[in-house]
């Protein structure tokens, strides 16, 4: 009996350490700003809830002028060298950060005067915000919270005609939607998989990856940004052996490879179709501009139960990058891809982001 007793406790004992090894929220670990926070502390910590490639955050803040002031600046140190050779994924980052505050400094009562400065691909192209106290925003605070990157398979249902208008709005024509249906869908299914699983093996590509996957609960905590068991999907049972046994060298073997890639094709095979956004040329210019409509267009998605999943490995690989440009003949340049559905809920976010002090400095 006391055998049998003990074993219970045992197996009580390693549920509960299992159930909290693994950060499955980012409540766990983030804390949104208290009562006593300034206005500008907490619009640049919604601003800091923006979709970015990996979750590398590559962002600085400088606070100026009371607060009047706010430069956007690009961390480099923080670049996927890689995947985004040209810093398209950088700077689309630096723009969904953009979109975030200003939507929260409308919530707060602000008007923003946006302005980007330099053309260069360096620190020195920077997004300068300048607000202008007004009257609060019909603005969602709640949505900026929620959104998320949501990585389960979706709904094959097509997506309504009001909810793609609805997406699509005030996006300057830079956004498409392209249905499951139509065969341009499913060509962007199949090239989305082939790149993705050419990308997987290889070595260079393994190795960036690694770099920012946090499997340990203390790894996460510690640097608070790249991606979580959660953040890429893996949830449940496996989540939590994956979280107490896993090391970011173990993200490089086959069997992890290919696990990915099989989601991967899971991903690309349900969803209800794709969005594009495109803009005339390349750019750093056109590339915020891209993170602001993408960033805009994933908050919609949040308030139409719609999962949205940016999926750029088409664009991230040369070969693939210049077929589908042509193939789908698009006036431009594709900038973005992300697959889009309806799904029945949302879970709870789970990218967890650093602390405001260490990125904003004051001057």
Same mark, same amino acid.
């Given at each position: ?9 045992? +197996? ?5 350490? @299992? ?33 970015? +490639? ?13 607060? +009047? ?7 480099? =140190? ?8 040209? +810093?398209?994924?950088?700077?689309? =980052? ?11 400094? =409308? ?9 980007? =400065? ?61 249905? @499951? ?16 699983? !050419? ?81 005339? !040329? ?25 999962? @949205?999943?940016? @999926? ?52």
């Amino acid at each position: 009996m006391r055998k049998i007793t003990l074993i219970k406790l045992f +197996s009580k004992t390693l549920l509960v350490l @299992m159930l909290t090894s693994c950060i499955a929220t980012r409540k766990n670990v983030v804390k949104a700003p208290n009562i006593k926070e300034s206005e500008i502390n907490k619009i640049i910590w919604y601003a800091s809830l923006a979709g970015n +490639s990996h979750n590398t955050q590559p962002w600085k803040v400088q606070v100026e002028q009371g607060g +009047s002031v706010l430069t956007v600046i690009p961390d480099f =140190s923080r670049k996927l060298k890689v995947v985004d050779p040209t +810093s398209r994924g950088l700077f689309i =980052s630096i723009g969904a950060f953009v979109e975030n505050l200003c939507q929260a400094s =409308s919530y707060f009562g602000y008007e923003t005067e946006v302005a980007v =400065s330099g053309k260069e691909i360096n620190e020195n192209c920077t997004v300068k915000i300048k607000l202008h106290k007004s009257k609060k925003g019909n603005v969602n605070i709640s949505t900026l919270e929620q959104r998320m990157t949501l990585r389960t398979p979706y709904s094959k249902n097509s997506i309504k005609k009001e909810d793609v208008n609805t997406l699509l709005t005030d996006t300057d024509n830079c956004a498409k939607f392209i249905s @499951m249906d139509n065969i341009q869908g499913k060509y962007i299914a199949a090239k989305t998989l082939e790149a993705y699983a !050419s990308q997987s093996v290889r070595d260079d590509a393994k190795n960036e990856l690694a770099e920012w996957i946090r499997f340990s609960n203390k790894h996460v905590k510690e640097k608070k940004d790249g991606l979580t068991t959660a953040g890429m999907g893996i949830n449940g049972f496996a989540g939590v052996m994956v979280s107490l046994l896993y090391k970011q060298e173990d993200s490089k073997k086959e069997s992890f490879v290919n696990k990915g890639i099989e989601n991967a094709k899971n991903q690309t095979e349900n969803c209800g179709g794709w969005l594009l956004i495109v803009t005339e !040329s390349d750019s750093p210019g056109n590339w915020i501009k891209t993170g602001r409509i993408y960033q805009r267009i994933n908050l919609r998605c949040r308030d139409l139960m719609i999962g @949205m999943h940016p @999926m750029n490995q088409m664009i991230e690989e040369p070969k693939f990058e210049e077929e589908s440009n042509k193939y789908l003949n698009i006036n431009g340049k594709i900038q973005f891809v992300a697959r889009i559905g309806y799904v029945d809920k949302y879970p709870q976010p789970v990218s967890v982001r650093r602390d405001i002090k260490d990125f904003v400095n004051v001057k």
